[in-house]
């Protein structure tokens, strides 16, 4: 899941169940928006420029204290690098 995503959903429960980002330690999220059935149907990596995807695990972080716990699908280095940056810049 991306972490946009992942952070739409945190935002809609926020009003309904504190449980859910007190539960729920880290992420590891893909680079792409897009849902696992989508992607399968592609002939081609879906992925997110690192410096994008960096702010966005940065920013739900910041919002729910969600540890970031790396990257998943289409993650590579540049991903990883571009949120290791961001953390030191904090």
Sequence with gaps: ????VFEEVLERR?????AI???IIGLQADTSRLRPEEL?????LDSEESEQFAAAMLRVHERFGIKILGGC???????????????RGR
């Design 14 to 18: 926020r009003g309904l169940s504190t």
């Design 1 to 4: 899941m991306h972490p946009s």
């Design 73 to 87: 699908c289409g993650t590579d280095h540049r991903h990883i690098e571009s949120i290791a940056k961001k953390l």
């Design 21 to 23: 980002p007190e539960r």
């Design 40 to 44: 399968d149907s592609l002939d081609f």
